[in-house]
């Protein structure tokens, strides 16, 4: 008798685990309950899951299209400015524009005379990033990571960015640029007169088109020196037929801007898992990188980062450091050009993809590692508290709360499921002045092989 009611007892309790186990499948998600429920969870149902979850986040009726990008070749449905459409020749002229290091002209210190270029600071291979916490141009020497300040010149020679240098990565979906959005008069900054009114402004173009245009003279760059070359002038042509022949002008500084922004327009990362995943491949994304994107677009994450290039054209405090070199002392970001308390240390919200090919990040460089920004955010304690101070905290910036097994998710879904792993496809082949790129100097020669 003992031994059938130790039977019953034992069945009911497995009658009891099933039923749990059962009723576990069914229970909505969350974000620090089992993703996947087990191991052997089919990644079917985590796509389904995400699916579910992307429709709710996009816009009414947009569905996953919201979150594509297009691509590179399919120039009608880039955003693009209207005072300068894309055409293929235009393109083709920026890209060589970006890279060509012939365009270093004006360096304060003459041994840095076509040592640099665009691409000097925006690498294909760190994700159109600096992969340093202040990018280099004019004075640099070396490439990509291993680049560093040449000693024997002057500090105030150098061309050093004091804050962490943005990708252009997917940058068409930005109609204003920098930071502090200052470039542009498009989007946010329509309705800012002082903005408008700031002489970078001038041409009354979007922010991308506004940055090459206004860089290549800061940066100390210019076109006299490609003026000779038979290809540059032909490419000239193509792109802009209305070019009157008259070799280098003030005007072809303008045109060059217009044709670096439309180079810049078509570099997406539209190779990444994710973005194969969301245009059908079901195996594009591995089961941890499937529940990172739950994580992400089920948390306040989305809140900021969405759209087709995961960014907002908007501005917003969370608390990151300056950068600890900032000239300026506290850099108020936003507040500083718009002049209002309210947008004090707004800073524009990034786009998110191919971040693991470099580091640091933040405006002020202040992490080393995307796992770090996601530790940040998942305890929400800002670095600068003068932004808690001052109430402008996005509302947004809360404690995450996930687990270490979430936490690992989302950080592989930033990694490695945002990563197109081909972005070496935007890189010319040659430059039509025969020189070294995206940097001229010695010791880039050296090591790029180009001596």
Known sequence: MKFYCLLLRLLGILLFTLVLI??????????????????????????????????????????????????????????????????????????????ETALSINPLNPKNWQQSSCASCHIAQAGFRSNLAQGLGV???????????????????????NILAPSVLNSAYQEVKLWD???????????????????????????????????????????????????????????????PYVGADVEDTKRAGLAIAAYERTLLANQAPFQKWLKGDPNAMSEKELRGAKVFFSSSCVQCHTGANLALTDFRAVGFADHPEEWSGLNLGRGAITKRASDDFKFKVPQLYNLADSSPYGHGASFNTLREVVEYFNRAEPQKLEALYAGNLSVWFRPLNLTQDRVNDLTAFLETGLRDPNLTRYVPERLPSGLCFPNNDPLSRKQLNCD
């Open 22 to 99: 059962l009723c576990g499948v069914g229970f909505d998600y969350a974000l620090n309950t089992s993703l996947a429920a087990s191991p052997d969870k089919p990644t079917t149902d985590l796509s389904s899951q995400l699916k579910q979850i992307l429709v709710s986040a996009a816009p009414s009726n947009q569905g996953l299209n919201y979150f594509i990008l297009p691509d590179s070749s399919e120039i009608d449905r880039i955003p693009a400015d209207p005072n300068n459409p894309l055409t293929p020749e235009k393109i083709r002229l920026g890209q060589f524009l970006f890279h």
């Open 139 to 161: 004075g640099g020497l070396g490439f990509n990571k291993l680049r560093h300040r040449d000693p024997d010149i002057s500090s105030v020679q150098i061309d050093k960015q």
């Open 181 to 243: 959005g200052r470039l542009g008069v498009a989007g946010p900054n329509a309705k800012e007169p002082v903005i408008q009114s700031n002489d970078v402004n001038r041409f009354k173009l979007h922010g991308l088109e506004t940055q090459p245009i206004d860089g290549l003279t800061f940066h100390r760059l210019g076109t006299a020196a490609i003026a000779s070359i038979p290809e540059y002038q032909e490419l000239f042509a193509k792109a802009f037929p209305d070019r």
